[in-house]
């Protein structure tokens, strides 16, 4: 018998701060958010898009525009799996050629999905700039990338699993690890 | 959530969960014809041979698109170039086939029952693109991909297939499927090209145009098939054209917004006339389109790995 412990880290409030502040350091990064762009990762890195173009909105007046890009199609380890993760939509409403794009997702671990993300980006068109912001860092690296946003720190052990829970997705707003006692590594559940 | 089989055998065996979760796929693929790189890295390193054993120009185009848009490398075997002319049998053919390593054999066979016995015999993944009068899987599920995008939804939706049944793997493909996601189906065409058991089927039968198309949400046009008419199955193409062939009179007696459909190439001026299939309501082209999209997500759904491995978590 496995057992299960959830220990909240992060909750509503300091979701919201977090993601007040990666606005904030966005617009002191890139003075001018008129070539500026959003692309949220599926699932949620998508809410989470949102949620950053609406704050920038507040802020400078005026809110980037926001894609959402699925990656299954450029993931490294299909012919690994047993089924095929459902495919949804890719759709980037701007011209992507010569913009600067944001890719949000919620959590960074090995790095594998966004290798997957920036591939994908690129058969989209040729970009200026690509940064990454993500709401949880939790380590782990197996390729050399790194975020230029960063909601939170989180140093984890590989068997720990951290699930982003959105009210958009899930109803409610909050970040936990989940620890299962005699559960797999990680990483072979969430790989990419 | 994944397909039972390793195979597109044919639609019956599918269960709906199954067809709608390629219809959602497919919905993933159908922006990739839209972008300036058509093509994706997903199937890279996979082989796939298109073994086409009977005359088909547009159904093996779609795949080897759908198979280039993938990654996958392909490779055509078609009835002139292989060696059943030379008396090879199916099964020797296929060990040769499978000797290259392939991952998936798209197979088109004149006899029903051909690409089950590849499945059954080999190791690979095979996909039916047509076995005889039996089914004609991708052809159903492009269709349905079809009236879902117009429609959005199968249930309460009345479906009207005309013409040539008796020859139409697209016919018996298409009623499993659309019974199996709650439409009505009612098929027509002359006493002579309707076999008899379609009832059981689940679908409605009559000879008369004019009953089949009243109220149909969905007008599907079959081919006449002149290298099948050898049998004298009606007096003339004329006779066949007044009694049979949609005209734009007909097709007021369909639902307003009602589509038509047709799986290609169309005789102008014998199953529909050249206005029907080049008015508002036809989706002909639509059609086509689909059939990239849907093959896509056909292969992508069957090109999972090791299926005895545990599923993933996302």
């Not at chain 2, 082989?47 to 185009?61: A, D, G, M």
Request: some cysteine; overall charge neutral.
């Amino acid at each position: 018998m496995s057992t299960t412990t959830r220990i909240r880290v992060l909750d509503a409030p300091s979701i919201d701060r977090s993601l007040t502040r990666i606005a904030h350091e966005i617009l002191e990064r890139n003075k001018d958010l008129r070539s500026v762009g959003l692309v949220g990762v599926q699932t949620r890195g998508v809410p989470l898009a949102r949620r950053l173009a609406q704050r920038l909105g507040v802020i400078d007046g005026q809110a980037p525009p926001v894609g959402v890009l699925d990656i299954n199609l450029y993931r490294d380890d299909l012919s690994r799996i047993s089924d095929h993760p459902i495919l949804r939509r890719t759709e980037i409403p701007y011209r992507v050629d010569d913009s600067i794009v944001i890719l949000v997702d919620d959590v960074l671990f090995t790095g594998r999905t966004v290798r997957a993300a920036l591939d994908a980006l690129m058969d989209l068109g040729r970009p200026r700039q690509i940064q990454l912001a993500v709401l949880v860092d939790r380590g782990h690296r197996e390729l050399p990338v790194r975020a230029d946003f960063v909601g939170k720190n989180l140093p984890t052990a590989e068997t720990e699993r951290v699930d982003v829970r959105l009210t958009e997705t899930d109803g409610e707003d909050e970040v936990v690890i989940v620890r299962v006692e005699g559960g797999k590594d990680a990483r072979e559940e969430e790989r990419p | 959530m994944r397909l039972e089989s390793p195979h597109l055998l044919g639609i019956e065996p599918l269960t709906p969960g199954e067809i709608t979760l390629i219809l959602d796929t497919a919905e993933g693929f159908s922006d990739i014809a839209e972008r300036e790189i058509k093509k994706v890295p997903t199937l890279r390193g996979k082989t796939v041979v298109n073994f086409f054993v009977e005359p088909s120009t547009r159904t093996r185009s779609s795949f080897e698109l759908a198979e280039k848009r993938l990654s996958a490398d392909s490779l055509n075997f078609s009835t002139s170039t292989s060696s059943l002319v030379k008396g090879e049998t199916l099964l020797d053919t296929l060990r040769n086939l499978e000797a290259m390593s392939p991952d998936f054999i798209v197979l088109r066979h004149s006899e029903a029952g051909a690409p089950h016995f590849l499945a059954k015999h080999g190791r690979t993944s095979i996909v039916n693109a047509g076995d005889g009068a039996h089914e004609h899987p991708t052809q159903a599920l492009l269709d349905a991909f079809t009236i879902r995008g117009k429609k959005g939804r199968f249930a309460g939706l009345k479906v009207a297939i005309i013409g040539d049944i008796l020859h139409s793997r697209v016919a018996r493909s298409n009623i499993w499927l659309l019974t199996k996601m709650g439409a009505t189906v009612v098929v027509c065409g002359p006493p002579t090209l309707l076999p008899r058991g379609l009832d059981r089927l689940g679908a409605g039968v009559t000879h008369r145009m004019d009953e089949a198309v009243e109220g149909a949400d969905v007008v599907m046009m079959l081919r006449i098939q002149h290298e099948r008419m050898k049998g004298g199955f009606f007096p003339t193409l004329r006779e066949y054209a007044t009694f049979y062939g949609l005209n734009a009179q007909r097709m007021k007696r369909a639902a307003k917004d009602a589509i038509v459909m047709h799986p290609g190439p169309i005789n102008r001026g014998v199953e529909i006339m050249g206005d029907v299939a080049d008015g508002e309501a036809s989706v002909i082209l639509d059609q086509v389109r689909s059939g990239v999209a849907v093959r896509m997500a056909v292969l992508y759904l069957l090109a999972g790995g090791d299926r005895e491995a545990a599923p993933s978590e996302r």
